[in-house]
Each structure stands twice: as C-alpha cells, then as structure tokens.
C-alpha cells in the first residue's frame, strides 16, 4: 500500500530498524479477511470487545464468522453510563479486565475511538495483542500507541500498543451516522493548527520534530480538504480518502512515539471541555466535533494575538521567538481563515460552533486561559497565555 511505503520511508528518516507495522486492510469486505488472519496467526481464544451500536453494526456479523469456523469467541458488550455512551474511564477498563480469560489470544476492538482506547491500554497491560475494526472513519487514533483514559477525572493520554491489524472496511465505514464521518474530518482539520504548534514546540520549546512527518500530514490533511465534498457525500472514495489520511496520521504518531503533528492547542481545548462534562456527569460530546469548533477557535485566537509577541518582554525565549517568528508566522498566514474552518465543517454536517456544541462561553474562556496546562508542551496557546496582560475572553 501507499501507506506502508510512507511510513516505511519515515521509518528511515527517523533512524528506526526492524519497523513493525500492523496488516492493513481497507476496502469493501474486508471483515471477511478477518478470519483468515486469526487462523494464520493460531489466536484460539478471541475477545471481541463492542457496545451496543458496534455490535449491530459489525460485531455481530465478526462473531457469527468466528463462531461458525469453530474459533472460541467470547463477546465483552462494555456496559453505557446513563448517557448511553461507553466512556474510557477506571470502571469500563475494569471492566474488561474482569472479563478477560487468562487464556485469551487476541482482542479485537470492534467500535470508534473509545472502544479502541480501552481494549489498547487492557491488552497493553496484560500483553495481549488487538485487531483494530473501526466502525466509522471518526477518529486518528485507530494505528496510533496512545491512549487517551479519563483517570481521577482528568484526560491522559498513555502510551501503550498499536494493533497487530487493521480491517477498515468501506461499507461499514459508509453507514456509519453522518455526524461520525463529520468528526472525523474535524480530526483531520485540526492538523492545521497541531502542525503550526508541532513548528512552534520545535522552535520554541527545542522539542522534537520531523519535516517529513509533518509533511505526511500535511498531505493527508489537504487530500481530505481538497475533497471535502466527496467525503461528506459519505460515498465510496470520500470515505476511503478519510479512512487513508486517519490511518496514516496514526501510524505516524506510532513511528514518532508522540502525537505532536496531530494534536496541539485544539486537542488541549477539547479535553478541557470533555472534563468539565465529565464532572458535570453531562453527555459526551464526539471527540472530532469538538476537536473541529475547537480548531477554528485556535485558529482565530493565533491570528489575533500571536502576532504581536515578538514585541513583548518574553524573557529566556525572546532570542528564540525573534530568530524564528518569521517562518512560523508564514505557516500561520497560510491556515484558512475561522470563517473558512466552519466553512469546511459544516459542508459534512458538522457542528461548527460552541453554541451547537452546547458549551456557554465562560467555559471556552476558561479553557483558552487554561487548557493549556494539560500537556507538557511548547504550543501556541502555552505562549500567548505566558505572556498575555490579562486574562482572555470569549468571544475573542
């Protein structure tokens, strides 16, 4: 695949011998391809791990083939809150350990984000390896190593392992509800502004980075723009566009060890606002529809403010900010517009503001002031609050 010789070609660039990436399958009917993996690989004993939607939606179809070929199957269906939505928190994990034999081969991980979060960091403590079946092209973390759990209340991301095989098949991809394909394309448009951070953290902070990493994901990021009309008419080469550039982004976060090109000042709001939900014991909004609203924010908050910090007493990193401003003030006059964003957006029936979201502004204010803290990294948003006057308010 044209994946694999990217990545593989990464894997030179980063100096990493004997890479292993998983199988990939994507196409119509490849769940098909499923069984024939598991009688190659002699897995026995199989987990598959749903919830109530990606057992209808795929789950059931995957264990009635197990099943009838004589494979010793056991079906974990992770109990909702009452929300109806399975949250990656200390009880589901729990959960599944409990309901995991000793003797268990292999699981498979049949849902969206959250399903593959859980069964990752499970599988990951008791050194058992997981197929990746995505049941909607929602999310970038399906080939990636992290995890993102809610533990004690606050968003961590841990890194733990990437499955052995990933079967993304098309028709599945294409039912799923159209809000799920509109957050993955929000996963993906956040690239704009986790691109410009990844520039910043390396200029700024002297954190790690990868011209060739970033410009992998930059391409996934303008293949799904450029058509942004086919993937939101849900058909057979939007999806599979979609799906591709989510995969990739993944399996470059697993070569880099660290989600820095796909996750920046907009992943640090998102997860602000998904705590403050969790504490409020509110419904969970879906990770990429935030991550979208969330985009577009940044995006304004960088073109107003960021400008001007070269002007500003900043200290231990003004030599850093004035030697390097330039080139990353031309990454930033070349991100759309706010407008443009949520132009984007909506054309896949995406929410595209914080009001749809149902979020009220003292929220996103808090959030902008504060998210920030939430990761270790050298961002946009760490700077502008570094040495900001006063607090910022929202709408900005």
Not at 33 to 51: Q, R, S
Not at 107 to 135: E, L, Q, W
Not at 364 to 378: G, K, P, Y
């Amino acid at each position: 695949m044209e994946i694999a010789d990217e990545i593989y070609q990464l894997a030179q660039e980063l100096g990493v011998k004997n890479v292993t990436l998983p199988k990939i399958e994507v196409g119509n009917g490849v769940l098909a391809a499923i069984l024939p993996f598991v009688l190659e690989n002699d897995y026995k004993h199989i987990i598959l791990v749903v919830d109530d939607n990606t057992y209808v939606a795929a789950g059931k179809q995957i264990e009635k083939m197990l099943v009838e070929a004589g494979m010793e199957t056991k079906t974990v269906l992770l109990k909702a809150n009452r929300h109806q939505q399975v949250i990656a928190d200390e009880a589901t994990i729990v959960e599944l350990l409990v309901e995991t034999p000793l003797e268990t081969d292999i699981y498979i991980a049949v849902g969206s984000g959250t399903i593959h979060d859980i069964t990752r960091f499970c599988g990951s403590k008791m050194n058992i390896p997981f197929i990746s079946v995505p049941t909607a092209a929602s999310v970038d973390g399906f080939t990636s190593k992290g995890s993102p759990l809610i533990l004690r209340g606050v968003k961590q991301t841990i890194q733990t392992t990437f499955p052995v095989a990933v079967f993304a098949d098309i028709t599945i991809l294409k039912a799923a509800p159209q809000e799920m394909t509109a957050a993955g394309f929000g996963d993906i448009l956040a690239k704009y502004t986790s691109l410009l951070d990844w520039k910043i953290s390396a200029c700024i902070g002297g954190e790690p980075y990868n011209r060739f990493a970033a410009e992998m994901t930059r391409k996934s990021l303008e293949a799904c723009v450029q058509n942004v009309s086919k993937i939101a008419k849900a058909d057979d080469e939007g999806v599979t566009i979609l799906i591709h550039s989510l995969i990739e982004s993944g399996l470059v976060m697993l070569l880099l060890d660290f989600s820095r090109p796909a996750s920046g000042g907009e992943h640090h709001l998102s997860h602000y606002w998904e705590m403050d939900l969790l504490k409020k014991d509110a419904k969970q909004l879906l990770h990429g529809a935030k991550v979208g609203v969330a985009t577009a924010i940044i995006v304004d908050l960088y073109k107003q403010k960021l400008k001007d910090l070269p002007a500003r007493d900043t200290g231990e990193y003004g030599g850093r900010i004035r030697g390097n401003w330039q080139s990353i003030m031309e990454i930033l006059d070349n991100i759309p517009s706010p407008k443009e964003i949520r132009n984007l957006i909506q054309k896949t029936g995406g929410p595209t503001t914080t009001e749809e979201l149902g979020l009220d502004d003292e929220l996103v204010a808090q959030s902008i002031n504060e998210a920030f803290h939430l990761r270790d990294r050298c961002t946009g948003l760490l700077l502008i609050n570094k040495f900001k006057e006063k607090d910022l308010t929202y709408p900005l």
